[in-house]
């Protein structure tokens, strides 16, 4: 698997960054935030995850220089922003 980036010249695609959003409600039980688990991409070679969003089990990453990060990365929102 690649990133869409080193698929060749036909697309043109600025960069690797790939991340996803995602929100839990207000009442989303603790036990099943852990289930879905974290992973911001962070340190680069070897990101901090867990649940399932584990790197290397359920999810396919890749270093991405452009923005020192492993991808895709995950970013919980918070509404009340």
Known sequence: MKAISQI???LQVGDCDEWYMYSF?????KEDREF???????P???PESSGMLKGGK?????PCKEINRSV???EEIDEKT
């Open 8 to 10: 060749g010249s036909f």
């Open 25 to 29: 409600e207000n009442d989303t039980p």
């Open 36 to 42: 879905f688990g974290s992973n911001r991409g962070l």
């Open 44 to 46: 680069m070679n070897n």
């Open 58 to 62: 359920g999810v396919l990453e890749m």
């Open 72 to 74: 895709p990365y995950f």
